[in-house]
């Protein structure tokens, strides 16, 4: 684990790299440091070089200074009027990629620092933890952790050191996150996922466990088809999180396929490895509650997931059979490959019955449709209500987590209409995918509810490395949900 210090004074010459932060118009600021640091010929030979200091520019030096070698990184922190936490978090993990097998110590040093930005060192900081993330479990040889510390100079220590604190709790969940989505699905099993909820106990968090029996007692039976084909069981596991019942309700639902074959629509053999992450949205939830029960929260929150595999075997759901979901909803399983909008239909409905919530907001790896239309950027937002989608988007603004609202149209009801049941799980047509999977989800929630979904099919893994993660899984949805919960939604009410 990298210590992070904030200090007034710093010992500068016990580092060994230096790091210097500064806005658009930082150049003076940089040659001084260096003058201070370095001497003027070092001085004049690097700020020359750092004429523009455009967001997210990064430049790397190293000079031998005293017979010694000393890296200098300078970081663009672009235009003071677009500060923000996503900037500063984003530039941290910039700067973390430039200095993460470093063995030595490092001192950062910035002019960002102001009144209206006393906590831009804690959110640099919190940038590079996020970016500082692996996974080599399986490897033989294991990556060494070089970095040790990073001191960063603030004039206001107390109010970083406890930014950076509560920062650190959100970056868990996000780690926890990643860890859960990247290990394959024969270790992350629904055994396993259930292992990993009710690890949430000892954070003061109650675990119900609905199993087979339960789940036939309740009707779940579009839930109950998806497992027909495993011999894995299945689980609907809800987890409570209530440290103040007086503020909004909220219940964060979550679809858990630990692996989706796609049944007996079988998806292609190339890439269908990756649906071992079919079992984010249900990670994100659990991340979710962890931050918020780590920093003691005073919110009102559920989770709840439905954890299932979708297999083929003798006994797997077929194309056109028919089941009765929980709510006694019929439907036609179109295709087997629409597995997750079955799940969910039950998980909502349960959701919806047991605990009555103000506010729904679920998170799926639903539809590859959502890739095609967004890429990898932005994650599909969906939802009855202008005004959960609004603070939905303060706060993906706050953290840089992008979402896009995208239509719940009336005209699309269409495509999932049944000739021989009440509705069908997927649309008729090539078109609107994610949209038509969004209605289908829209029938088992209550209207007078505040819902959203939220397709994370795109945003949950990439193939390269982001700002703040490394090739993989991405843990997209933890950081959106704490602030959208402690923040925003704790401060209007979360009510229409």
């Given at each position: 684990?990298?210590?992070?210090?904030?200090?007034?004074n710093?010992?500068?010459k016990?580092a060994?790299?230096?790091?210097?932060?500064?806005?658009e118009?930082?150049?003076?600021?940089?040659?001084?440091?260096?003058?201070m640091?370095?001497?003027?010929?070092?001085?004049?030979g690097?700020?020359?070089?750092?004429?523009?200091?455009?967001?997210?520019?990064i430049?790397s030096f190293?000079?031998?200074v005293?017979g010694?070698?000393?890296g200098?990184?300078?970081?663009?922190?672009g235009?003071r009027?677009?500060?923000s936490?996503?900037s500063f978090?984003?530039?941290?993990?910039?700067?973390f990629?430039k200095?993460?097998?470093?063995?030595?110590?490092i001192?950062?040093?910035?002019?960002?620092?102001?009144a209206n930005?006393?906590?831009?060192?804690?959110?640099?900081?919190?940038g590079m933890?996020?970016k500082n993330?692996?996974?080599?479990?399986?490897?033989?040889?294991k990556?060494?952790?070089?970095?040790k510390?990073?001191?960063?100079k603030t004039?206001?220590?107390?109010?970083?050191k406890?930014?950076?604190?509560?920062?650190?709790?959100?970056?868990?969940?996000v780690?926890?996150?990643?860890?859960?989505?990247?290990e394959?699905?024969?270790?992350m099993?629904?055994?396993k996922l259930?292992?990993?909820?009710?690890?949430?106990?000892?954070?003061?968090?109650?675990i119900?466990?609905?199993?087979?029996?339960?789940m036939e007692?309740?009707?779940?039976n579009?839930l109950?088809?998806?497992?027909?084909?495993?011999?894995?069981?299945?689980y609907?596991?809800?987890?409570?999180?209530?440290?103040?019942?007086?503020?909004?309700?909220?219940a964060?639902?979550?679809?858990?396929?630990?692996?989706?074959?796609?049944g007996?629509?079988?998806?292609?053999?190339?890439?269908m490895?990756?649906?071992?992450?079919?079992?984010?949205?249900?990670?994100?939830?659990?991340?979710?509650?962890?931050?918020?029960a780590?920093?003691?929260?005073?919110v009102?929150?559920?989770?709840?997931?439905?954890?299932?595999?979708?297999?083929?075997?003798?006994?797997?759901?077929k194309?056109?059979?028919?089941v009765?979901a929980?709510?006694?909803?019929t439907?036609e399983?179109?295709?087997?490959?629409?597995?997750?909008?079955?799940?969910?239909a039950?998980?909502?409905w349960?959701?919806?019955?047991k605990?009555?919530?103000?506010?729904?907001?679920?998170?799926a790896?639903?539809?590859?449709?959502?890739?095609?239309?967004?890429?990898h950027?932005f994650a599909?937002?969906?939802s009855n209500?202008?005004?959960?989608?609004?603070?939905?988007?303060?706060?993906?603004?706050?953290v840089?987590?992008k979402?896009?609202?995208?239509?719940?149209?009336?005209s699309y009801?269409?495509?999932?209409k049944?000739?021989?049941?009440?509705i069908?799980n997927?649309?008729?047509g090539?078109?609107?995918?994610?949209?038509?999977?969004?209605?289908?989800?829209?029938?088992?929630?209550?209207?007078d509810?505040?819902?959203?979904?939220?397709?994370?099919a795109?945003?949950?893994w990439?193939?390269?490395e982001?700002?703040?993660?490394?090739?993989?899984?991405?843990?997209?949805?933890?950081r959106?949900?704490?602030d959208?919960?402690c923040?925003?939604c704790?401060?209007?009410?979360?009510?229409?």
């Amino acid at each position: 684990m990298v210590d992070v210090i904030f200090a007034e004074n710093i010992d500068f010459k016990s580092a060994d790299v230096f790091v210097l932060v500064a806005d658009e118009t930082g150049k003076s600021f940089i040659s001084d440091k260096l003058k201070m640091l370095f001497g003027a010929e070092i001085s004049k030979g690097i700020s020359d070089e750092c004429k523009e200091l455009a967001y997210g520019k990064i430049k790397s030096f190293d000079v031998i200074v005293d017979g010694k070698m000393r890296g200098i990184i300078i970081a663009g922190a672009g235009s003071r009027n677009k500060f923000s936490r996503a900037s500063f978090e984003k530039l941290g993990g910039y700067i973390f990629s430039k200095i993460k097998s470093s063995d030595a110590e490092i001192c950062v040093l910035s002019n960002c620092e102001s009144a209206n930005h006393e906590s831009m060192m804690a959110y640099l900081a919190s940038g590079m933890m996020l970016k500082n993330w692996t996974f080599d479990k399986y490897k033989s040889e294991k990556t060494p952790e070089k970095l040790k510390k990073i001191a960063c100079k603030t004039g206001y220590i107390q109010f970083n050191k406890e930014v950076f604190a509560g920062l650190l709790k959100i970056v868990d969940g996000v780690h926890t996150v990643r860890e859960m989505v990247t290990e394959p699905a024969n270790v992350m099993d629904p055994d396993k996922l259930l292992e990993e909820a009710k690890a949430l106990k000892k954070l003061g968090i109650k675990i119900t466990v609905l199993d087979k029996k339960d789940m036939e007692k309740q009707g779940m039976n579009a839930l109950l088809g998806v497992a027909k084909g495993s011999d894995k069981p299945a689980y609907v596991i809800a987890m409570e999180y209530k440290s103040d019942e007086t503020k909004p309700s909220v219940a964060l639902v979550g679809k858990g396929l630990t692996f989706d074959s796609g049944g007996l629509c079988l998806k292609p053999a190339k890439g269908m490895g990756e649906m071992k992450g079919d079992m984010t949205g249900a990670a994100v939830v659990i991340g979710a509650l962890k931050t918020l029960a780590l920093q003691q929260a005073k919110v009102n929150v559920v989770g709840v997931i439905g954890v299932v595999e979708n297999m083929i075997s003798g006994s797997a759901q077929k194309p056109g059979d028919i089941v009765v979901a929980m709510s006694g909803k019929t439907i036609e399983v179109d295709n087997t490959d629409a597995e997750g909008r079955l799940v969910l239909a039950d998980v909502l409905w349960y959701t919806k019955q047991k605990y009555a919530p103000e506010i729904m907001i679920d998170f799926a790896t639903l539809t590859g449709a959502i890739q095609v239309a967004l890429g990898h950027e932005f994650a599909g937002l969906f939802s009855n209500s202008d005004k959960l989608c609004d603070d939905l988007q303060k706060s993906a603004t706050t953290v840089g987590e992008k979402l896009w609202r995208l239509p719940l149209h009336q005209s699309y009801e269409d495509d999932i209409k049944s000739d021989i049941a009440d509705i069908k799980n997927v649309g008729s047509g090539r078109g609107a995918g994610s949209i038509t999977a969004a209605l289908f989800l829209k029938h088992f929630v209550d209207p007078d509810a505040k819902w959203a979904h939220i397709d994370i099919a795109a945003t949950e893994w990439d193939s390269k490395e982001r700002a703040l993660s490394q090739k993989g899984a991405t843990g997209f949805g933890v950081r959106l949900m704490n602030d959208f919960i402690c923040n925003v939604c704790s401060k209007n009410g979360g009510r229409k």
